[in-house]
């Protein structure tokens, strides 16, 4: 099956700096890529995805770029605010499958310093 | 519109006792699933569902039933509680295929003494 692995697992930046998050996956059939986004005590929730078709897809202060022939995603959050520290989750799927089963990397823990 | 939720919030057992989680949803999704969310190891899928009255094993399925009887309901139930068990559980559910988004319940803190 998928194994998706994220690093790092914990990151700590200073408001205003950019933070950045890797991910890689095993399945070459994987072709859906979301990030998930978990404030303290609260549930995951999508902030941004993409799909196999695009290298790079932006929504503000936040970008995911994927190299497919490496295996590897990433996410990148600029200019940093206070609210942006949580727990990121990067995920992994095979969209043609059935079930749309998600497979997530470990979390990463941003903390943002003002 | 309530989206996904779970009951209970809480819940504290002592090994070998059973329990179930209910999860329900109003979206009208297809599909329904069961994460254990454990420090490090981020979200692990138990057992989902892509339709009323099917279910299929996840990643890690060992020590879990579900049930589907209704489209809106999917029950996560532990037979005989292990401590290895304890965890906050996530149930979610999505319309069905083509990658779309989860949507999460607010998560079940089960301890297992």
């Known amino acids: 099956g998928e194994n998706v692995e994220q690093h790092p697992s914990t990151l700590s930046v200073q408001e205003g700096d950019s933070a950045v998050i890797k991910c890689t996956y095993s399945?070459?059939?994987?072709?859906?890529f979301p990030w998930y986004k978990q404030e303290l005590g609260k549930r995951p929730q999508l902030i941004i995805d993409?799909?196999?078709?695009?290298g790079e897809k932006k929504d503000q202060r936040i970008a995911v770029t994927l190299n497919k022939t490496a295996k590897h995603f990433s996410l990148h959050i600029t200019e940093t605010q206070p609210e942006d520290s949580a727990v990121y989750f990067c995920?992994?799927?095979?969209?043609?499958?059935?079930?749309?089963?998600?497979?997530f990397g470990g979390g990463t823990r941003v903390l943002v310093k003002p | 519109n309530a989206g996904v939720t779970q009951t209970p919030k809480f819940r504290v057992l002592k090994t070998g006792q059973s329990m179930t989680l209910l999860c329900a949803q109003d979206?009208?999704?297809?599909?329904m699933y069961w994460y254990r969310q454990d420090p490090g190891m981020g979200l692990r899928l138990i057992h989902y569902?892509?339709?009323?009255?099917?279910?299929a094993k996840g990643e890690v399925p060992d020590g879990y039933n579900v049930s589907r009887l209704k489209k809106q309901n999917f029950l996560l139930g532990l037979e005989s509680a292990a401590p290895s068990q304890t965890s906050v559980y996530f149930c979610?559910?999505?319309?069905?295929?083509?990658?779309?988004?989860?949507?999460f319940g607010e998560g079940s803190r089960l301890t297992v003494l």
């Open positions: 979206m009208n999704h297809e599909y």
């Open positions: 399945d070459s059939a994987s072709n859906y």
């Open positions: 569902s892509v339709g009323e009255g099917t279910t």
């Open positions: 979610a559910s999505s319309y069905m295929g083509q990658g779309g988004e989860l949507f």
């Open positions: 993409i799909r196999s078709n695009v």
């Open positions: 995920a992994a799927s095979n969209v043609g499958a059935a079930g749309n089963k998600l497979t």
